[in-house]
């Protein structure tokens, strides 16, 4: 495997990117008058307009030179191909299994995973239904009202987010909570106000070893078997997703209260799969089925579309072009919707957990940038909050301006100021404002001369601030499979470009393993010596503070 920084298309980036000095975003309108046109990709009703970006035809042909000599072609086939591409787990990463919607094989240790996959989904169906309608009930006879999700990262995130984002289409009588902290005050901001009886517990662990959810479950087992008196009512108001059956079962949960989970699945890609339970609960199956369809659909599109017209290999490209030739260490994610809340945070993991990596798939260093921190927040609240370093600090950073054209409610006036603040930004990042223009908004606000001299530096904005829009019609199930799947494969694509492995977490052990061994020296007031000096600082002032 030639190193990345090796191949002919790096070079040919870097010398390109020299020509980008000193250019201005809104002077390539002006060069090209149907650039909007040019660089704008349709997918259905998606958009995804990259033309505020510092990019020429010419930049997308090296960039897709690039994706070509990292053998992006190879590494799909081998993904959808079920390789163990995973090479450090020795395991395959099939997400793309759990919402295959032709039912065509897909393989895993040449093993049809369909069965699997429909099997668990008719399950959940079973299950969901059951419960929602009142047939599956709780130990005393009651209907459920709350279901508490146990799980953390991956077996949270994703699920949580889904569940706020679709709201408009939940039941009115069910309730969805999220557990995620070792923190006790956690649990008790989540339990003060549910009633045992018609609480459903699922404890959603792929390893089923995961320290805060393995606790949260055991608090939570106690809460319940205290308040309803009967240790039986465990079997009614506990269900579990994991690929560790015996585990579960050993926790006290009953078989056909286990939704299989399986090793081709990794945690951040895992809300397609049993995880999104608490999903079917609160919006239907049927409603659960559609947001496995719109991810199908941006699968297919993936898989069968040319790489200049395909929505994640530019998307994923162009983070490759500012990151590594441009510096870039910061990405944005801002949905204009409060729904999508959520999807910075479970984009945190979803990025940083799979790219946040500095050793490549030869074990070698990465000499050259991986994935960026990524942060944001639903507009306007993020307006209000970082958007001022955006505009005029001294980071240079990408940003994702997500909308929909249609609101899920019906506060018109509340969309038109929405979608315009999210027209004035994009407009904002890349035009700035400069000393003519800061003049005149000086001058209109009446202060004198001296004043308007000193406030002048502050007033200018220089722009040249590069951003994705994304819009399309509605947020749905549907259009929010295709937007997270549209995410997913962005993320592979660039692990595919870095060569590193996007679906393994060694980085997360470390501290774990560590709070593990302290946990252990924390229990008495003997001082502790075993660490280093700092942290035997730390941890014996914690003592003395705790003990007097
Ligand atoms: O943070 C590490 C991690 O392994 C994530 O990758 C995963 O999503 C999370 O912990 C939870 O893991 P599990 O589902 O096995 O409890």
């Given at each position: 495997?030639?190193?990345l920084?090796?191949?002919?298309?790096?070079?040919?980036?870097?010398?390109?990117?020299?020509?980008?000095?000193?250019?201005?975003?809104?002077?390539?309108?002006?060069?090209?008058?149907?650039?909007?046109?040019?660089?704008?990709?349709?997918?259905?009703?998606?958009?995804?307009?990259?033309?505020?970006?510092?990019?020429?035809?010419?930049?997308?042909?090296?960039?897709?030179?690039?994706?070509?000599?990292?053998?992006?072609?190879?590494?799909?086939?081998?993904?959808?191909?079920?390789?163990?591409?995973?090479?450090?787990?020795?395991?395959?990463?099939?997400?793309?299994?759990?919402?295959?919607?032709?039912?065509?094989?897909?393989?895993?240790?040449?093993?049809?995973?369909?069965?699997?996959?429909?099997?668990?989904?008719?399950?959940?169906?079973n299950?969901?239904?059951?419960?929602r309608?009142?047939?599956?009930?709780?130990?005393?006879?009651?209907?459920?009202?709350?279901?508490?999700?146990?799980?953390?990262?991956?077996?949270?995130l994703?699920?949580?987010?889904?569940?706020?984002?679709?709201?408009p289409?939940?039941?009115k009588?069910?309730?969805?909570?999220?557990?995620?902290?070792?923190?006790?005050?956690?649990?008790?901001?989540?339990?003060?106000?549910?009633?045992?009886?018609?609480?459903?517990?699922?404890?959603?662990?792929?390893?089923?070893?995961?320290?805060?959810?393995?606790?949260?479950?055991?608090?939570?087992?106690?809460?319940?078997?205290?308040?309803?008196?009967?240790?039986?009512?465990?079997?009614?108001?506990?269900?579990?997703?994991?690929?560790?059956?015996?585990?579960?079962?050993?926790?006290?949960?009953?078989?056909?209260?286990?939704?299989?989970?399986?090793?081709?699945?990794?945690?951040?890609?895992?809300?397609?799969?049993?995880?999104?339970?608490?999903?079917?609960?609160?919006?239907?199956?049927?409603?659960?089925?559609?947001?496995?369809?719109?991810?199908?659909?941006?699968?297919?599109?993936?898989?069968?579309?040319?790489?200049?017209?395909?929505?994640?290999?530019?998307?994923?490209?162009?983070?490759?072009?500012?990151?590594?030739?441009?510096?870039?260490r910061?990405?944005?994610?801002?949905?204009?919707?409060?729904?999508?809340h959520?999807?910075?945070?479970?984009?945190?993991?979803?990025?940083?957990?799979?790219?946040?990596?500095?050793?490549?798939?030869?074990?070698?260093?990465c000499?050259?940038?991986?994935?960026?921190?990524?942060?944001?927040?639903?507009?306007?609240?993020?307006?209000?909050?970082?958007?001022?370093?955006?505009?005029?600090?001294?980071?240079?950073?990408?940003?994702?301006?997500?909308?929909?054209?249609?609101?899920?409610?019906?506060?018109?006036?509340?969309?038109?100021?929405?979608?315009?603040?999210?027209?004035?930004?994009?407009?904002?990042?890349?035009?700035?404002?400069?000393?003519?223009?800061?003049?005149?908004?000086?001058?209109?606000?009446?202060?004198?001369?001296k004043?308007?001299?000193?406030?002048?530096?502050?007033?200018?904005?220089?722009?040249?601030?590069?951003?994705?829009?994304?819009?399309?019609?509605?947020?749905?199930?549907?259009?929010?499979?295709?937007?997270?799947?549209?995410?997913?494969?962005?993320?592979?694509i660039?692990?595919?470009?870095?060569?590193?492995?996007?679906?393994?977490?060694?980085?997360?052990?470390?501290?774990?393993?560590?709070?593990?061994?302290?946990?252990?020296?924390?229990?008495?007031?003997?001082?502790?010596?075993?660490?280093?000096?700092?942290?035997?600082?730390?941890?014996?002032?914690?003592?003395?503070?705790?003990?007097?």
């Open positions: 495997m030639t190193y920084t090796k191949f002919p298309a790096w070079s040919k980036l870097q010398a390109h990117r020299q020509q980008w000095h000193g250019r201005q975003l809104c002077d390539l309108f002006q060069e090209d008058k149907s650039r909007f046109e040019k660089f704008s990709l349709q997918h259905d009703d998606f958009l995804l307009d990259i033309s505020k970006h510092f990019v020429t035809e010419e930049t997308i042909s090296l960039l897709l030179q690039l994706a070509d000599e990292a053998a992006l072609p190879a590494w799909t086939n081998k993904m959808s191909a079920g390789d163990k591409i995973n090479h450090t787990e020795s395991r395959a990463a099939l997400h793309i299994a759990l919402r295959n919607k032709s039912n065509q094989p897909m393989l895993v240790d040449g093993v049809d995973v369909m069965p699997s996959v429909n099997r668990v989904l008719l399950q959940m169906r299950f969901s239904d059951a419960v309608a009142g047939q599956r009930t709780g130990f005393t006879g009651k209907t459920f009202t709350d279901v508490v999700n146990i799980g953390v990262g991956g077996s949270d994703g699920t949580a987010m889904v569940c706020e984002a679709l709201e289409y939940a039941s009588d069910i309730s969805v909570h999220f557990l995620s902290n070792i923190d006790g005050n956690h649990f008790q901001q989540i339990t003060r106000h549910l009633d045992p009886e018609t609480t459903l517990f699922v404890v959603a662990s792929k390893t089923f070893t995961t320290q805060e959810t393995m606790v949260n479950a055991e608090t939570a087992r106690l809460w319940l078997v205290n308040l309803i008196g009967d240790s039986r009512a465990v079997t009614d108001h506990f269900v579990a997703i994991s690929s560790n059956i015996s585990a579960a079962t050993k926790f006290g949960i009953n078989k056909e209260n286990i939704f299989e989970l399986w090793d081709w699945v990794g945690g951040r890609f895992s809300l397609w799969s049993a995880i999104g339970l608490p999903i079917a609960l609160y919006i239907g199956m049927d409603h659960f089925e559609d947001f496995l369809a719109g991810a199908y659909e941006m699968d297919e599109h993936f898989l069968n579309t040319d790489y200049r017209n395909n929505l994640p290999v530019m998307m994923a490209m162009l983070g490759v072009w500012y990151i590594n030739f441009f510096d870039v910061a990405h944005a994610v801002l949905p204009y919707d409060q729904s999508l959520g999807l910075p945070a479970y984009l945190c993991q979803a990025e940083m957990e799979s790219n946040g990596k500095g050793i490549d798939r030869q074990g070698r260093s000499e050259y940038l991986t994935s960026p921190i990524v942060f944001g927040d639903a507009g306007t609240d993020g307006q209000h909050s970082f958007y001022q370093l955006l505009h005029q600090g001294t980071q240079f950073t990408t940003s994702d301006f997500i909308v929909a054209a249609r609101p899920v409610h019906n506060l018109e006036n509340h969309h038109e100021i929405l979608i315009s603040n999210y027209f004035a930004q994009t407009e904002a990042f890349m035009n700035g404002r400069g000393e003519k223009e800061a003049l005149q908004n000086l001058n209109q606000q009446g202060y004198e001369d004043m308007i001299k000193s406030l002048l530096p502050y007033k200018k904005f220089f722009g040249n601030k590069p951003s994705t829009s994304i819009m399309y019609k509605q947020l749905n199930p549907r259009t929010l499979g295709k937007l997270i799947a549209l995410y997913e494969h962005k993320i592979f660039q692990g595919v470009i870095w060569n590193i492995n996007s679906f393994d977490q060694m980085g997360v052990e470390l501290g774990k393993e560590l709070a593990r061994s302290i946990q252990n020296e924390i229990h008495d007031n003997k001082p502790v010596t075993s660490h280093d000096l700092s942290t035997n600082g730390l941890i014996n002032y914690y003592k003395k503070l705790r003990d007097n």
